[in-house]
């Protein structure tokens, strides 16, 4: 254990993913001594890359996200982060019922439904204003799939447009709410998709320049073992088998994680654990990571961006999932994507559940990884023939890999479904001083709302501290 620690602090951030460092940060700014405590060996959470032999450098998550991350990282981070902001012009979508390109904004998207569907202008503007006032109080019980068959019946192709982008944004299906859908989807529409010019790495080196700048003290490679609560206050993190004190608690780390791990149910109310064991987690996610030999350059006007493409006959949640899933999204990364780095790679992404992959033998585990390049690497030869002997290093992830390190449950990619919200929220009212922030709930997920929800419980503690 570092010897520079404080004996403690004002507030203890366990988990420095997006939501935990956002929130770390502007406790620090508004004048509170903070710990951060990351059991991995760097700051990130799934914003995160890896690096590997040959120069390859690779991004995990960093496929896009809506435009307010622009303002959300002027305000709460700097102004250099947030002019590295840039936008992902060419999404792609390939499969039997279209083949299409757009800039992914309404604009656009009206263009597209109107002439290419052949939807009458008023309904879609219609579905637009219906999608676009949805909030979190609408009712959680009309899904997504209501929602479409009331403006588009029987269209499975404008669902699969309207909806598979979204799936692999934030995991959400035609079964859950569709307010978690609307939000999320309208976010995109305002003004395309984005990403980060420089890549995870350089996003977070500069995330960790400022935390240092404002005082963060930042501990990784070790992981918070438990909460204290006496009580039904908190009392202080153990870190390493010690014990620091603290006033005030923000967890990072997966919520259901947070409830039955780090604190332990006995600390809450028989009826919100109850709650909090119903919460369903959100599914994982497979990749497949290609890099490119030295001085292969693709072609952005054949590859784009972003790739929706599959060969599944519609778009259906249990297709998406399955091991034997066609659907996938690549992700082009050019050398301008990564200014000063000269390599070009592909991330093939598709959504898996944690429990085909679970309990798989070694060998069987390692064939299956086998399996998943190699069909990554059969789908891209439609769009590009030569690309098997341009890649230089090829490998696979899991929901294994996910929760491996980040200790998700189940590798979850978005944290939990929508009623994870409501669990995550009410948390300070079972524990004064413990808050929750991170992916839960679709909305509060993904780079933009793990950001935003790390604001909004730093405002919530620096308000209790101030009591
Ligand atoms: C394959 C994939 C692709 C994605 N693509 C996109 C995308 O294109 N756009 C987008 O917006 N989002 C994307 N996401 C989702 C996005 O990355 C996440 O929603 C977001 O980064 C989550 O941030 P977070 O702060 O909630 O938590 P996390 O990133 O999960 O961070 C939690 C942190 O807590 C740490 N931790 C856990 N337990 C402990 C403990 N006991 N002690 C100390 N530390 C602990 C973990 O190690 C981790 O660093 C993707 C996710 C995946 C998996």
Not at 133 to 143: E, K
Not at 152 to 177: K, Q
């Amino acid at each position: 254990m570092p010897q520079n620690l404080r004996e403690s602090y004002d507030v203890i951030v366990i988990g420095a993913g997006l939501a935990g460092m956002t929130a770390a940060n502007t406790l620090a700014r508004a004048g509170r001594s903070v710990l951060l405590v990351e059991q991995h060996s760097k700051p990130g959470g799934l914003a995160t890359w890896f690096r590997r032999p040959g120069g390859h450098v690779f991004d995990v998550s960093l496929h896009g996200f809506p435009v307010g991350m622009i303002k959300s990282c002027r305000r709460y981070w700097t102004a250099e982060i947030a002019a590295s902001i840039v936008q992902l012009k060419h999404i792609r979508f390939d499969n039997p019922q279209f083949t299409l390109e757009t800039t992914f904004d309404r604009e656009d998207f009206t263009r597209l439904l109107v002439q290419r569907f052949g939807i009458p202008p008023e309904t879609v503007q219609a579905f637009f204003d219906a999608a676009r006032t949805m909030n979190q109080f609408d009712d959680p019980a009309f899904s997504a799939g209501q929602l479409f068959e009331k403006f588009f019946p029987g269209r499975s192709d404008v669902v699969r447009l309207l909806m598979e982008p979204i799936t692999y944004a934030n995991g959400s299906t035609l079964e859950d709410p569709a307010l978690s859908y609307g939000i999320v989807f309208s976010n995109f529409m305002s003004k395309g998709v984005y990403t980060f010019q420089g890549g995870s790495d350089r996003l977070i080196r500069l995330m960790q320049e400022e935390m240092q700048r404002n005082g963060v003290d930042v501990l990784v490679s070790r992981a918070a073992e438990k909460i204290t609560v006496e009580n039904r206050r908190v009392a202080g993190v153990t870190v390493a088998g010690r014990t620091i004190p603290c006033r005030a608690v923000v967890s990072n780390a997966n919520l259901l994680g947070t409830i039955f791990q780090l604190v332990g149910e006995g600390h809450f109310d028989a009826d919100f654990a109850e709650q909090a064991r119903a919460v369903r987690l959100n599914n994982s996610s497979t990749q497949v990571y290609l890099g490119l030999k030295p001085g292969v350059r693709l072609d952005e006007s054949v590859c784009g961006d972003l790739l929706f493409c599959s060969t599944a006959p519609a778009f259906r949640t249990d297709w998406l999932l399955s091991r034997e899933a066609t659907s996938r999204t690549f992700s082009f990364y050019y050398p301008k994507t990564r200014p000063g780095h000269d390599r070009c790679c592909v991330v093939a992404s598709a959504n898996a559940r944690y429990e085909d992959w679970s309990d798989l033998p070694p060998e069987e585990y390692a064939a299956r990884k086998g399996v998943l390049v190699e069909n990554a690497l059969a789908a891209l030869e439609k769009y590009l023939p030569e690309i098997r002997g341009q890649v230089d290093h090829a490998e696979a992830s899991t929901p294994r890999t996910f929760k491996r390190y980040t200790l998700h449950w189940h590798g979850a990619s978005f944290g939990t479904k929508f009623e994870g919200l409501a669990v995550s929220r009410a948390i300070p009212e079972q524990i004064a001083g413990l808050y929750h922030a991170g992916s839960v709930g679709i909305i509060m997920s993904g780079w933009l709302g793990a950001v935003n929800y790390g604001v909004i419980a730093a405002n919530d503690v620096d308000a209790f501290l101030m009591k």
